[in-house]
């Protein structure tokens, strides 16, 4: 096993030794001195391994990995199944079906265990001499492309990037002459090297007066300055060592002149910041840098004054199917009617990257084959030749740099859980997040309260990962990892026995913690060699079959995602509910009842229905006391105990934070619990036509406890959701301040916006959908000043003006109606506007919104469906804009049928070439009407160009 995951599955394991050190397990002394052994024992291996990996270690101890690895999950499964047993005696008599003696033989038996694996650790230190760990040698990110010779005509795909990006390198009339700099940021191997290149030997980039390229890497500031100093001046001149005297000369050297330098492959922001103060930012010489990257973050500090950030895309499928073919030798099967369909299969592995294409190209150009391949069993043999054949080593050292280079073994576990997820599937990142603190990889602690959420944001700005699907708020919904990553994650999770992976009915190893199967066919139980009572983590997307879904087999299941399993019924909950360690639950299938035996599952966090057919929620659900997230569409049953519920939820035990969501009908249930549910942060309410008046007047108490504003100094995000469609349109009204929301989303009949809504302290988001909205409603909204991101969808909106200073700090503003009658703006309104998206498939070519006066906007979103004479108008309005914002089109497809309890939305299909939004939802809120937006948005967008958005 690699050592550095070792290290984090023993950081792990401690904090697992905390917990069964709790009184509540009342362990004997003899469990308590052997825990305390290996809670002590075990920081000193992590800090070893640690020091190592660093190189910092000079005489500490030496393990041998796979040893110490095979002891620690021997002492996770020891640990775990203490842990079973305890939480199995704690349940009542009636759920227990073993007598006293055998649970006083089960207590021996881990009492036994548990000193035998103290007794190899003391072992495995006698015999560290003789088992050291070898120090990993660093990974190097291997020379970029532009050090091997690559010809004009041999480039792909690489005309319409090329165009964008020099219309910014020339001189433009009407334009402030100034120093620009474009960061061409993306995933390794989609050629930003090559780009670059081609700009710096373009006709344009050689009309400068001086020009340098220099390849930055892990180089310090002094090497850089060097390099360029030598580059620009003539003759050179003496070599400096400090960075301080560097910058200086090559600041007064550049004073006056038009200069052109690339700055190739620039890892961090410190590198960036040491040497910028050595290019001169006159006002009257129009200047150029581009610097390439694989940071986002890094690309946006590059460019966030004057810059330009553009984005890699992927090739379309017509260009790698080009490259493909090219790099195979296999041109003359292009047309093919067979290469055409089967062909699809290794495009969708290299996904449009151009160093993946070549790389698989040369690899079956090698196998000197005269007949057209066989794409399946290529597919089949790059996963197996991966690391070892010559022609695919650079696309592996490529990957295995990125894989290394991440900046903790926490991170690295991470990106490896993808391999649960099948090639190309969309994943949706709360899900993601949410089964990654199930499974332990991410823990909160005092300097992170949202470790899932900081993992995430390091793996999306390194592009390791990708969006896929960015909602309104610019938040991402759902991600993907790049093809040959993903098989790259896929062979290291195997490797290191991460995973047991089921794609095509076989089973990999015979022992893992982690099952995933992907429309697998194993059905018989015959077929099944792996020990299933260890199983931590099963995902079953499409049919599992009878063998995988023998929950008795089961002990020590942590998530179980079944939300996509087929043949999933409700004869099987019987046995999920005596899966008592599992925190992640999702359901699907045909489920459409649970029973009360799920209040067995104490440990449960996360509890997701929205893909069965569950209408009635027991109430031991509500009774959980530590379910955090609940998510469905349901309600409760009429002959529930509202006063045990009550006092449960009284008391304080209930931790749910997210119930989205419940129904109002006559049914009074949920409305009454919900105010005394405090610590709820998430809370979506379908109100049905059929509620009573007690029931919405019981929503209404809930709703104005829920928005309470308590003047917590920490703002917490804070949301709520109403359908109350076919409901009195005064429901909301008589809510009172002081109140307090971060997102607000209203669907139903609104004349006008309720009061209570201008009176929310630090609104951030607002969707409001009804069939008509007003004048009066419109011309409210301009008063918020805290707003972010405001959302319309309407048949028909009336004609308002916003005017001078409305909505001071909106970034995104997005319409979707019917009817293309926009709101019109006056100067200095919406002065912070980075993100328009007027979405109406009946959009005529005398659009009301003028973009001149948003002087920060970065993209207009429009539907693809418009008429082309549309989409010219927009691109030649986007040309003429300061900015020369982008033009996305959103291609909406019909919604999928839906399953159960789960609502659907839109999304765009995923077709290339795809241009993914730039702009997401910044980790830490904004500063407001100052300059530092610009900082954070001016320069994340591309210009005067069309793409598609999802």
Known sequence: MDAGLLSAFIKKLVARLFVLADEKYKLYKGYKEDIHFLMEELPMITTAIDEQLSGTDDHTLHFKVNELHQLAQEMEDCIDRIMYCASKEQQPWYHINYTSGNRITSRFQLAKEMKRLKRRLQEAHQRKERYPVSRPSHTELPPSSSDRLIAQEDLVGIDAPLKELLEHLVETKGQWKQLNVISIVGFCGLGKTVLAQELYDSEIGRQFEKRAWVSAGQRNSEALLTEILQQVHEPPPLVYSDARQLSIDLRNHLNNKRYFIVIDDIRSKDQWNCIKSAFPRLQDVSSRIVVTTKFQSVANTCSSTNGYVHKMRRLDEECSKQLLLKESCLQEYSDSSSSQSDSKVILDKCDGQPLALTAVGQFIQSRNSVEQPEWEVVCKDVRCHLDSDDCLKRMYQVLTHDYTSLPSHELKACLLYFATFPSNHRVRTKRL???????????????????????????????????????????????????????????????????????????????????????????????????????????????????????????????????????????????????????????????????????????????????????????????????????????????????????????????????????????????????????????????????????????????????????????????????????????????????????????????????????????????????????????????LKDLLYLKLIADELDQITFRDRALPNLLCLCYVVKHPTFPRTEDGALPLLISLQLLCENMDSQCSVQIKGFTRLREVVIYDEVNPDIKANWERAVKEHQNRPKVLLKRADPPEEATGNETTECFASLEGPVQETDIQMPAEEPKFASNSSKALFSSQFGSGKIGILP
């Open 433 to 783: 997040m949410r089964r990654w603190l199930a499974e332990g990889f991410v823990v909160p602690s005092t300097l992170c309260s949202d470790p899932a959420a900081q993992s995430f944001k390091e793996l999306m700005d390194r592009n390791i990962i990708q969006s896929v699907d960015v909602s309104n708020n610019l938040k991402v919904k759902t991600c993907k990892t790049y093809g040959m990553m993903h098989e790259y994650i896929i062979r290291k999770s195997l490797s290191e026995n991460i995973i047991a992976l089921f794609d095509d009915g076989k089973l990999q190893p015979k022992y893992a913690r982690r099952l995933s199967l992907h429309d697998s066919s194993i059905t018989d139980a015959t077929n099944l060699e792996i020990d299933l009572s260890l199983v931590r983590s099963l995902v079953v997307i499409g049919e599992a079959g009878k063998a995988i879904l023998n929950f008795r087999k089961y002990q020590l299941l942590r998530v179980l995602d079944l939300e996509q399993c087929t043949d999933l019924h409700n004869g099987h909950l019987k046995d999920i509910c005596n899966l008592l360690l599992i925190k992640y639950l999702s359901l699907g299938g045909k489920i459409t009842d649970l029973p009360k035996d799920i209040k067995k599952l104490k440990v449960l966090e996360t509890l997701d229905l929205r893909r069965t057919y569950v209408k009635i929620l027991p109430p031991e659900v509500i009774q959980l006391p530590n379910l955090i997230s609940l998510f469905g569409k349901f309600k409760l049953p009429n002959t529930v105990v509202q006063n045990k519920l009550q006092k449960f939820l009284s008391s304080g035990q209930c931790k749910l934070q997210t119930l989205s969501g419940f129904l109002v009908d006559e049914n009074e249930g949920f409305p009454e619990l919900m105010v005394h549910m405090n610590k709820l942060r998430k809370v979506k309410i379908w109100c049905e036509s059929s509620a009573t008046s007690s029931s919405l007047t019981n929503v209404k108490k809930a709703i104005q406890k829920f928005i309470h504003d308590v003047k917590d100094p920490s703002d917490d995000p804070r949301s709520l959701s109403v359908h109350y469609e076919g409901c009195p349109e005064n429901l909301l009204e008589g809510l009172e301040p002081p109140c307090y929301l971060r997102s607000l989303k209203l669907q139903g009949n609104i004349p006008k916006l309720p009061e209570f809504v201008t009176a929310l302290r630090r609104l951030r988001e607002l969707c409001l959908r009804s069939t008509r909205m007003t004048d009066d409603l419109l011309t409210a909204l301009g008063n």
